[in-house]
């Protein structure tokens, strides 16, 4: 993971991912926000389910 913000697109939903310090990322959507560590933050982005908006 890197240490910049990226966002992605799942369906309608609009997910950002910010680091949050000590190997931890914020992972926020319109309803929730959680924190999670870089594997485990890889793994969802690896889900396939995901997909990257660019600017």
Avoid: C, W, Y
């Avoid at 609009?14 to 931890?24: F, Q, Y």
């Avoid at 594997?39 to 990257?52: D, N, R």
């Amino acid at each position: 993971m890197t240490n910049q913000i990226r966002t992605f697109e799942r369906g309608d939903q609009v997910i950002t991912i910010a680091p949050a310090g000590r190997g931890l990322f914020d992972v926020a959507t319109d309803h929730h926000t959680m924190t999670l560590d870089a594997h485990a933050v890889q793994s969802f982005i690896k889900s396939g389910k995901l997909t990257e908006i660019t600017k």
